[in-house]
């Protein structure tokens, strides 16, 4: 068993200390795309530590499943973080669970998010939760089917070995299968991670939510803990998409070097991979609701093509 | 006193035969009735248990024990027992959830007294059980055919036990015509069996199938997978399932949904892997196919409904889908000669049967006690629950996550080893055919996405948020005996799910016996704390490792907690409601209002009626009265079953045209008859 203590730790932090960053940075950009300042790229500590310190207020019809949810989904993500490649091609934790354990985490995170949206008996909540279950169930096939593709490429549902696979001779930069299973994930991330034409995240309007929706009735440190557990969520898809499809510059040794390479590597890619998601918010418009699964069937039908693909230019 | 696994059979068989007559006798005093029958049967479930956990640890090397039941009086007809791999697994699970179920019974049937004849209730309780566990260690064909039609027969009289409602005749006499279907089909299967091998035996249908011409072989196929498909409520054979098993109590839909479809399954097992030799590809894909149907339309329909008890029951068909996913995938890989693998296909199916029997039992008894405390099963007039009854609401939670298959519980464990099945099985053959396992995983991961979101409309409304009735907000919590037995499933579920190693290696005398294989050491590393599919390279998992990486991380947020929020305080307050007073359950959100994304996005085939209608004054948008209505039907109901019905009636009014009541056209008839049997003799 490797379970070294160190690179879990030093994981770990990565994931607490650069999730916050990550949403600060694609606030801003998108900011200074529609031409205004925007707040600094830091603000999301500032958030965090603010939510940390105040006071909260719980709903009086809420049980203890709403106080349960923060904990559920920060720890979730947080382990989900574990199981993917980010520095050095070996995850820390890619023993205890790959793709399919990972999806299965975050979709537990969900599980209880959307519970606790129902419990404080407001309607807004159950809305969240209805449409937030929808677009993550026809979501998950077409995640899925991208994760088949690679995996069957790679002989493994481990991430760390389809990353190394990928390194290895076999893989070709731009193959037609990988490229159409790389587009089919990205449209699944803008879904998982409440962006434009899926749901807004910056709406201020109860009607037009999904992923906001489920949170109006968090305050104080229980939101500060689902903020930050949804933007290591974040983190960790945006990353799992990076290194799954471009695996460069994983550190393969213990060097400090090698590290070092490799963090920047990663803060590259997570750069590029943020000004797509950028780009992407910035020129389209919120789809409606029930054109969603428009876009998530043209995810489907993309991996299903990488996949068929597959064997069609071996 | 060293106890074999014979002995504690017979004592289970005994108990069972002792519960079902104590019922009867019993049957003018409830309460002793009542303690009596299903505290036998508690004792007998747990004797039945302890027989098959025995033989399933003693390892795969052990000879299977058989011994004569009963002499019998017709030489080739003989009441033989065998207790083997897969019927000690199947005896194991039936054992289980009786011993969970006679235990919850105890409570439950307290809402019967002076009502019903709770001595009758336990008395086909247990001869239910005793049949059922009969058949599932029956040795020879008319064995299990007797056992098979007295569990049938037990069953309908325990889904009409509570005859007073029209709903629940019908639904009986539903099941009573379905069940007879099955078993004329396999009756017909089997008779194709024993011309081949002249034996009444088990033992000499062993592999039969290489004695048989192909046209046969693939007939008795067939005539299996129809038999068993309908009991286990295999689309398009279900529409029985949704309509028997709500209206049946608590305690027995949980057994038909937990145990009695699994009888199909353990029929289609023994058949394909045991009798009927090495499977041409299409029987494979056939049951691959047929469980991604399956499994993705009976998640859509469960979706569908706000009758607590008919949206579990069309779980179950989704399941017996899941686990035909896995059987079939393990047939094909049995065909394209990959035994490694059609053990890790035939483990992820009987994993999942076990796991299905734990959870879906767990959440009918769940739904027991809602019923019991608010007298409903309309979701719509629940709410607020895990306030009134906290413990009962914990349970359902975790058997809501269980079957959602989110990790760390049973129901992950399972369908990860699907999944892993369906992947490796893309490397097996080079043909078109390859495509059908990752499109299966896709449908797979919209069936477990789908019943993520039913079982948040399941627990969220019928828990959560304000009771929306006065029986709502007036219940109670149930029973100790009913929360016992809760509990008792409960820990199944966390048990399967937290050592799948250790309980795959009870699997190795099953797999042994049916692929020649074991897989227990190949799927178990780093002591069995990580699961593995067959490699390590092919992929793991660790439920208990994730559970410890919880642990181990949950001190961040404490640590944030007691960094920064030291001073800060928690005070309880109104939910938002747009700044206006007086929050109320008519506002929240429904159950029909949960599901009607998925209602729209699938409304070609759901194709949803609604009426809507409004009473105003001046405009349509400031209704005085709105009455809204919306129904669902399925597509099988609408396209196959009503024709059907109609065309038989038709016929039927036809044919009793002959039956005139005149003595001489019926001496006609006869003598037309000889004519004809004359005629062909000659």
């Known amino acids: ?314 | 006193m060293n106890l074999q696994p014979a002995t504690l059979l017979v004592a289970s068989l005994c108990g069972y035969g002792i519960g079902a007559v104590a019922g009867l006798l019993f049957m003018r005093r409830e309460r002793l009735a009542n303690a009596l029958s299903f505290g036998v049967a508690s004792l007998s479930a747990l004797s039945g248990l302890l027989a098959a956990l025995l033989f399933l640890s003693s390892g795969a090397g052990t000879p299977a024990p058989q011994f004569e039941l009963l002499p019998s009086l017709i030489p080739s007809i003989k009441f033989t027992v065998r207790l083997d791999g897969l019927g000690a697994f199947f005896l194991l699970i039936v054992s289980m959830l009786g011993f969970a179920l006679s235990i919850y019974s105890l409570g439950y049937a307290k809402g019967y007294f002076g009502r019903k004849n709770v001595g009758a209730l336990g008395a086909f309780f247990n001869a239910l059980l005793l049949a059922t566990t009969l058949m599932f260690v029956a040795d020879n064909i008319w064995l299990f055919l007797i056992t098979w039609e007295l569990m049938a027969l037990t069953a309908y009289c325990l889904v009409s036990f509570e005859h007073e409602q029209p709903e629940t005749r019908d639904a009986g006499v539903l099941y009573f015509i379905m069940s007879h279907i099955d078993a004329g089909c396999i009756l017909l299967g089997f008779l194709l069996l024993y011309q081949a091998s002249g034996d009444y035996s088990f033992a000499s249908l062993h592999d039969i199938g290489a004695q048989m011409s192909p046209g046969k072989r693939d007939a008795a196929f067939l005539l299996f997978l129809l038999g068993f498909g309908i009991k286990a409520g295999i689309v398009p054979f279900h529409i029985w399932l949704p309509v028997a098993h709500p209206v049946a109590p608590s305690n027995v839909s949980a057994l038909m949904s937990g145990v009695i479809i699994k009888t199909g399954i353990y029929g289609l097992t023994r058949v394909c892997f045991d009798f009927l030799g090495t499977p041409p590809l299409w029987w494979g894909v056939t049951v691959l196919t047929v469980g991604t149907i399956s499994a993705v339309l009976g998640v859509l329909y469960a979706l569908m409904e706000h009758d607590l008890k008919r949206l579990l029951a069309y779980h179950s068909i989704e399941n017996i889908g899941i686990i035909l996913m896995g059987l079939g995938a393990a047939l094909i890989f049995l065909h394209t000669g990959h035994p490694l693998l059609a053990t890790l296909g035939l483990i992820a199916g009987m994993y999942h049967t076990i796991n299905h029997a734990s959870f879906k039992g767990l959440l009918f008894l769940g739904a027991g006690a809602v019923l019991h405390a608010t007298h409903t099963r309309n979701m719509e007039e629940m709410g607020g629950l895990v306030k009134r009854m906290p413990q009962t609401a914990f349970f359902f939670l975790v058997g809501a996550v269980a079957i959602s298959a989110l990790p760390p519980l049973n129901g992950f464990v399972s369908e990860w080893l699907t999944y892993q099945a369906l992947l490796q099985g893309f490397g097996t053959t080079e043909s078109l055919i390859r495509l059908i396992f990752p499109l299966s995983g896709a449908m797979l991961a919209l069936t477990g996405a789908l019943a993520a979101a039913c079982f948040v409309k399941a627990f969220g409304i019928t828990f959560l948020a304000q009771p929306r009735s006065e029986h709502a907000r007036h219940a109670h919590e149930v029973a100790p005996s009913m929360r016992f037995g809760m509990a008792v499933l409960t820990v199944a579920c966390v048990l399967l799910g937290l050592f799948p190693t250790a309980f795959i290696r009870l699997l190795d005398p099953l797999t042994q016996q049916l692929t020649g294989q074991q897989l227990s050491a190949q799927v178990s590393l780093a002591d069995g704390l990580v699961l593995a599919s067959l490699t390590e390279k092919a992929g793991t998992v660790s439920t208990l490792g994730i559970v410890l990486m919880f642990v181990c991380l949950l001190p961040i947020p404490f640590g944030l907690w007691l960094v920064f929020a030291q001073n800060s305080k928690t005070r309880r307050g109104l939910t938002w409601a747009c700044g206006q007073p007086g929050l109320t359950p008519q506002m929240e959100y429904t159950a029909t209002g949960f599901s009607k994304p998925i209602r729209m996005i699938f409304k070609a085939l759901f194709r949803p009626r609604r009426d809507v209608q409004r009473e105003y004054d001046f405009s349509p948008h400031f209704a005085k009265k709105l009455r809204f209505e919306s129904h669902v039907e399925e597509v099988f109901v609408r396209r196959i079953y009503r024709p059907l019905r109609i065309l038989i009636l038709l016929v039927s009014r036809r044919i009793r045209a002959l039956q005139a009541g005149s003595i001489h056209a019926y001496l006609l008839y006869i003598f037309v008859t000889l004519l004809l049997l004359l005629l062909f003799a000659l």
């Open chain 1, 1 to 314: 068993m490797n379970l070294e203590l160190p690179a879990i730790l030093a994981q770990t932090a990565l994931l607490l200390l650069l999730a916050p960053l990550l949403s600060g940075l694609i606030k801003n950009w998108k900011a200074k795309l529609q031409n205004r300042r925007g707040s600094r790229i830091w603000q999301p500590y500032f958030d965090l530590l603010k939510f940390l310190r105040k006071d909260m207020v719980i709903s009086e019809h809420a049980s203890w499943v709403f106080s349960v949810t923060p904990y559920v989904l920060f720890l979730t993500a947080l382990s989900a973080g574990l199981m993917v490649p980010m520095v050095t091609a070996q995850a820390p934790m890619s023993l205890f669970g790959g793709a399919l354990a990972l999806v299965g985490l975050l979709a537990l995170g969900r599980f209880f998010l959307a519970l606790a949206g129902l419990d404080p008996a407001s309607a807004f909540g159950g809305m969240g939760s209805s449409r937030e279950m929808t677009i993550s169930a026809i979501a998950e096939p077409a995640m899925m089917l991208a994760i088949f593709t690679v995996a069957i490429t790679a002989g493994s549902t481990n991430l760390s070995q389809i990353v190394l696979a990928s390194q290895g001779p076999g893989w070709k930069f731009l193959d037609p299968s990988h490229a159409m299973a790389f587009a089919a994930m990205f449209i699944v991330l803008l879904a998982e991670t409440g962006r434009i034409p899926v749901d807004n995240p910056a709406t201020h309007l109860e009607l037009t939510m999904i992923h906001e929706a489920m949170l109006l009735e968090y305050s104080g440190r229980y939101l500060a803990l689902i903020e930050w557990g949804v933007s290591i969520k974040q983190l960790v898809l945006m990353a799992l998409l990076a290194n799954i499809f471009f695996p460069v510059g994983l550190a393969a040794d213990t060097t400090t070097a090698a590290f070092g390479l490799g963090l920047l590597f990663l803060v590259m890619k997570l750069i590029v991979l943020a000004g797509a998601v950028v780009w992407v918010e910035t020129t389209n418009a919120k789809l409606r609701l029930f054109r969603v699964p428009d876009l998530l069937s043209a995810a489907f039908i993309l991996a299903t093509l990488a996949l068929v693909s597959t064997f069609l230019f071996r």
